[in-house]
């Protein structure tokens, strides 16, 4: 399984930004959930959302109601949609794919991790 984040950037405070993970082969995204992780710099990678299989999401509570993780089957991609993005949003992000259908808060359920995006929030 390959992983390719993309579409982060430098955005104001307030400001929005989509990521996007295309997988391959085909069916990864179908088939396994999908997590978004972060990591800032001098800490420890933190879960920020992930999509099961069928569509049921999950969210940290620091990002709950402000992103919204969403996949196209038909793409092979997920997607993260970060809004109101704040200066402690700063991180690169990752995403991964779980070991079994459904997402996970947890890294240790995800076996295959793509090269992360960085986002960066200024204030």
């Known amino acids: 399984v390959q992983l390719q984040a993309s579409g982060g950037g430098l955005v104001q405070a307030g400001g929005s930004l989509r990521l996007s993970c295309a997988a391959s082969p085909r069916r990864t995204v179908s088939n396994n959930g999908m997590g978004w992780f972060r990591q800032a710099p001098g800490q420890e990678r933190e879960f920020v959302a992930a999509?099961?299989?069928?569509?049921?999401?999950i969210y940290s509570d620091t990002v709950k109601g402000r992103f919204t993780v969403s996949r196209d089957n038909a793409k092979n991609t997920v997607y993260l949609q970060m809004n109101s993005l704040r200066p402690d949003d700063t991180a690169l992000y990752y995403c991964?794919?779980?070991?079994?259908?459904?997402?996970?808060?947890?890294?240790?359920?995800?076996?295959?991790w793509g090269k992360g995006t960085l986002v960066t929030v200024s204030s």
């Open positions: 991964a794919a779980a070991r079994s259908s459904y997402g996970s808060t947890s890294g240790s359920s995800y076996n295959y």
């Open positions: 999509i099961a299989w069928n569509g049921v999401s």
